[in-house]
């Protein structure tokens, strides 16, 4: 079978969660998730410099879901999710809007993966061996799927996210696109859940790597 042509690769990166596990497990204030920083890089910085690094998608095809006042990349997209904290799905929906309808594909990686680089590059892969019938590829780490680590269709995913997905499920969307599971590299999912995840992803609580919501 002829390769497939090259396609763009666009980003939803999704920012906008009420981090509540972090904060109630923490012993000190500290930032949510996506603004934890370690050697002067946050979580969102990494997820972006992997996705530019492993996946070819640079900051000017990323949009990120979440707060207004999370600080972006110039050129990266920002919306929010409606009504705010409504979810993933809703988050997806709300990124996949900002999109032209283009034959393309968009990764959606979460804000708290550190390391997300080596499964967006075998996501891309599958995308490059694709069939015409594939719509999104689904990671899976260590046997576990990861929805909030795959990449989908954009013309498709539209469709499958097209009504409005307050408390619904990403998985309960991403099965309508009769998903494949791609095997990733272990520990490209890991994300900061709760404190001991943060500490463990060196994400430590010395009081000067500690910042406001909104750092200056």
């Known amino acids: 079978m002829a390769p497939f042509?090259?396609?763009?690769?666009?980003?939803?990166?999704?920012?906008?969660?009420?981090?509540?596990?972090l904060h109630e497990s923490a012993p000190v204030p500290i930032p949510d998730k996506p603004l934890l920083s370690r050697d002067g890089r946050t979580v969102l910085g990494s997820v972006l410099e992997d996705l530019e690094r492993y996946a070819g998608v640079g900051a000017d095809r990323?949009?990120?879901?979440?707060?207004?006042?999370?600080?972006?990349?110039e050129g990266t997209g920002l919306v929010r999710e409606d009504p705010p904290f409504s979810g993933p799905a809703a988050a997806i929906r709300a990124g996949l809007s900002e999109f032209p309808?283009?034959?393309?594909?968009s990764f959606v990686v979460a804000a708290d993966m550190p390391h997300p680089g080596p499964g967006?590059?075998?996501?891309?892969r599958a995308v490059t061996e694709r069939t015409p019938d594939d719509a999104a590829f689904v990671g899976s780490d260590d046997g576990r799927w990861q929805p909030l680590l795959?990449?989908?269709?954009?013309?498709?995913?539209?469709?499958?996210?097209?009504?409005?997905?307050?408390s619904q499920s990403v998985m309960s969307r991403l099965k309508r696109l009769s998903p494949t599971v791609v095997e990733v590299p272990a520990g490209s999912s890991a994300?900061?859940?709760?404190?001991?995840?943060?500490?463990?992803?060196?994400?430590?609580?010395?009081?000067?790597?500690?910042?406001?919501?909104?750092?200056?």
């Open 120 to 124: 967006l590059a075998a996501l891309r």
């Open 5 to 21: 042509p090259l396609v763009e690769f666009r980003a939803i990166v999704l920012a906008g969660g009420r981090s509540s596990r």
């Open 62 to 73: 990323c949009v990120v879901v979440g707060p207004e006042d999370i600080p972006v990349p």
């Open 101 to 105: 309808a283009l034959d393309s594909w």
């Open 191 to 216: 994300d900061v859940d709760t404190w001991d995840d943060a500490v463990a992803l060196g994400y430590v609580a010395r009081p000067n790597d500690l910042s406001t919501r909104n750092p200056a």
């Open 150 to 166: 795959s990449v989908l269709r954009l013309d498709r995913a539209r469709d499958a996210f097209a009504e409005p997905a307050s």
